[in-house]
């Protein structure tokens, strides 16, 4: 049983689209994040909700929104995608706000092409 | 600026040699450092913290706060340690923030 679980894996789409990404944990975690690992291999943080309410949000173009329906889901929407979004995007868990202890999904690599 | 450096991408051992993966850190105040471990087409996954002051599969790290360093440390690499390796640090206030550096490929030798 999958602890966290992103889909797709794989997302290849043409600049100018909009994309989601979703992530779902079944941990009964209170808080998610969203990292983007870039070319380099540099993870970043990008978005972090707990129980629903955004609690990090870095410096990311507002193209890219986040949602948390409820506190085991949180999807990344991308609008306008451009060559510089292609990255791989991890989604993680932890058990409350201030655990660090992370369960990360597998990860969604995008092209942008 | 918060900071985590790890200056090798690449660490290439033979089995039974010892291995260190070094990590640097900037960080004003008392850090908390952490190594997650990535191996072939699993996840990462958290490996250990300093504050545990453990070891897991071998490996220990220790905190040197006068070199702000956090070096992972293994006395006889095995084949099966093959992965990446991301020292991280808890970033201030109490978010969950981590921030990570560029990781280390680690390869062991037969």
């Known amino acids: 049983d999958t602890a966290v679980s992103q889909t797709p894996k794989y997302l290849v789409t043409q600049m100018g689209n909009d994309k989601s990404i979703k992530c779902e944990q079944n941990?009964?975690?209170?808080?998610m994040y969203w990292y983007k690992q870039d070319s380099k291999k540099f993870l970043k943080i990008m978005f972090s909700?707990?129980?629903?309410?955004?609690?990090i949000n870095e410096t990311v173009p507002n193209r890219f929104s986040p949602k948390s329906p409820d506190k085991a889901h949180l999807n990344l929407h991308i609008n306008s995608l451009e060559l510089g979004d292609s990255a791989v995007y991890f989604c993680?868990?932890?058990?409350?706000?201030?655990?660090?202890?992370?369960?990360f999904g597998s990860g969604t690599r995008l092209t942008v092409v | 600026a918060q900071r985590v450096t790890q200056p090798e991408k690449l660490l290439s051992v033979f089995k039974g040699a010892p291995v260190e993966l070094k990590c640097n850190y900037s960080?004003?105040?008392?850090?908390?450092l952490f190594w997650y471990v990535q191996y072939s087409r699993q996840r990462l996954q958290l490996l250990l913290r300093?504050?545990s002051r453990e070891s897991i599969k071998g490996f220990t790290a220790d905190l040197n706060k006068g070199e702000t360093s956090f070096h992972l440390k293994k006395p006889f690499a095995q084949e099966e340690d093959s992965a990446m390796y991301y020292c991280?640090?808890?970033?201030?206030?109490?978010?969950?923030?981590?921030?990570f550096g560029q990781g280390t490929t680690l390869q062991v030798k037969p």
């Open positions: 993680a868990s932890s058990p409350r706000q201030g655990s660090y202890g992370y369960t």
């Open positions: 941990l009964g975690h209170d808080t």
């Open positions: 909700y707990n129980n629903k309410e955004l609690i």
């Open positions: 960080y004003s105040g008392s850090p908390e």
């Open positions: 300093h504050i």
């Open positions: 991280a640090l808890k970033g201030s206030g109490n978010t969950g923030k981590l921030i």
